[in-house]
């Protein structure tokens, strides 16, 4: 079963993109989902998390509060670092993994592998072909913002902390460009799909 591997920033139109693919006949591995299910309580990543941050980081049922640590991490680089280092490993894993099931299972047209930080990760080594959603800045600020109930810089922040979108190019095989509406993504990926899964 072929592989496609869906990125683009952050609020660029993934999870959107990817409910569609999932119409279609697809199976979606989320790699957000994949980083929640790996920091839950009393895991290794959990356990390193806590020791570097302290406890502070933690809700009162003793699980991460992410958006506490999604503050801390996006406003300091060296601390986002950290992050990375102890889950992308342990998350780059569970994907394999779950594409290996999934593989297994071969109950689907296509798995597609939705994750923000695809290039970043080298998790495009272990796909057949690169989705890249795009949409342009004014937009994508304005979708954080609104989304995530965060202020301008906090947005820009964010965008910041990943990588530029031109950069990413390099490695895509299609580009949706979602700035406009949803019927305009629609049709997009449905001419990619088509293509894809005859
Ligand atoms: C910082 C955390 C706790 C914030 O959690 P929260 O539930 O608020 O956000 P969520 O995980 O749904 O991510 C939302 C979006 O933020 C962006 N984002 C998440 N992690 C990162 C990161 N390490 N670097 C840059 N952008 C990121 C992505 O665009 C992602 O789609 C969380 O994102 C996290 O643990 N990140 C580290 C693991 C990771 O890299 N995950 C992304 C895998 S592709
Ligand atoms: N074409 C569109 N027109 C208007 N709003 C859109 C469009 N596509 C997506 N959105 C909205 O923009 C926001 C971001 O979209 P979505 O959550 O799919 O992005 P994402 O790339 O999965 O984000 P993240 O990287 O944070 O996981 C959502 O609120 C979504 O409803």
Do not use: C
Not at 31 to 52: C, F, L, P, Q
Not at 166 to 194: C, G, H, P, R
Request: aromatic share 6%; charged share 35%; no cysteine.
């Amino acid at each position: 079963m072929q592989v496609i591997g869906l990125t683009g920033g952050i609020a660029s139109g993934k999870s959107t993109v990817s409910k569609l693919l999932k119409k279609m006949g697809a199976v979606v591995i989320d790699a957000d989902i994949v980083s929640r299910e790996i920091m839950v309580k009393g895991t290794e990543a959990y356990n390193r998390i806590v020791e570097y941050f302290g406890k502070e980081i933690l809700k009162e049922d003793g699980e991460i509060d992410r958006k506490k640590l999604g503050n801390i991490v996006f406003a300091d680089r060296k601390k986002l670092k950290k992050l990375n280092e102890i889950t992308h490993p342990i998350i780059i894993e569970r994907i394999k993994e779950k594409i290996e099931e999934e593989r297994k299972k071969n109950q689907q047209k296509a798995i597609v592998l939705d994750a923000a930080l695809l290039i970043e990760m080298k998790l495009y080594k272990m796909v057949d072909e690169v989705w890249l959603v795009v949409v342009d800045s004014k937009t994508q600020i304005k979708r954080v913002m609104e989304r995530d109930k965060l202020s301008y810089k906090d947005a820009i922040n964010r965008i910041k902390s990943q990588m530029p979108l031109d950069e990413k190019m390099k490695y895509a095989d299609f580009i949706i460009n979602n700035s406009k509406d949803f019927k305009a993504m629609e049709k997009q990926v449905t001419l990619f799909w088509e293509r894809f899964a005859t």
